[in-house]
């Protein structure tokens, strides 16, 4: 079946402007997580959404990043304002369930370049 | 801080020798250490789980190893194959959390 998808795969933006990145998760999954990787840095938890649940948005490392997820399904992660240390792979992964043992798939990722 | 402290960054091993890569953590609060491989354009992918009720597991060429009271874990690849070129994650979590904690990540080349 379908896995994680995202979109665009590769965003080049401009320092300032804002960007919107998009999340598909695997369908029927409950959970949906977004996280940053960085060169040399691993990943970085940003935040959480579980069903109906307010999400998680401890790992969001300044008020320039925000994100949404409509009916339960799409997630989009917004960073307004963009900054040159915004430049990093965004990675987006869903699960069936809350924790573990749940596995996360991942997707591809977008890579987010601030110019 | 970095939960979960990895290493080495990288790693050079022959075709059909072993690769091990080492993690150590601090929080004795996290019961779940999976694994995860990340080749190149691509997402992580789960390769291999452990939880501290076993000292270690072994899926095929891959094994974790565990060690709760060292507070450290380590993935051994048997007779590595250049297929197996990817980087390579650790993470932990405990019960409830809402995310994975990760390693900085190695990357792992197998020269043929």
């Known amino acids: 079946g379908a896995g994680v998808s995202q979109s665009p795969s590769n965003k080049v933006t401009e320092k300032g402007k804002d960007v919107e990145l998009r999340c598909d998760p695997i369908s029927g999954h409950t959970a949906l997580y977004w996280y940053r990787q960085s060169l040399g840095q691993g990943l970085e938890f940003l935040i959480y959404?579980?069903?109906?649940?307010?999400?998680?948005k401890s790992g969001l490392p300044s008020d320039r990043f925000s994100a949404e997820r409509t009916g339960g399904s799409v997630s989009t992660l917004t960073i307004q304002r963009t900054q040159q240390e915004d430049s990093a792979v965004y990675l987006c992964a869903s699960s069936l369930g809350q924790g573990t043992p749940y596995e996360q798939y991942f997707g591809p990722g977008t890579r987010l370049t601030v110019t | 801080q970095q939960q979960v402290k990895q290493s080495p960054q990288s790693l050079i091993v022959q075709k059909g020798g072993i690769s091990i890569i080492n993690c150590a953590y601090e929080?004795?609060?996290?019961?779940?250490f999976p694994w995860y491989q990340q080749f190149p354009g691509k997402g992580p992918a789960l390769l291999i789980a452990i939880r501290p009720d076993v000292s270690e597991k072994k899926e095929g060429r891959f094994t974790i190893s565990f060690n709760k009271s060292a507070k450290q874990f380590s993935l051994h690849i048997m007779d590595s194959q250049p297929g197996d070129s990817a980087t390579y994650f650790c993470a932990a979590s405990w019960p409830g959390a809402n995310n994975l904690f990760f390693g900085t990540g190695t990357r792992l080349t197998v020269i043929p």
């Open positions: 929080n004795t609060a996290f019961d779940y």
């Open positions: 959404f579980q069903g109906n649940s307010a999400p998680d």
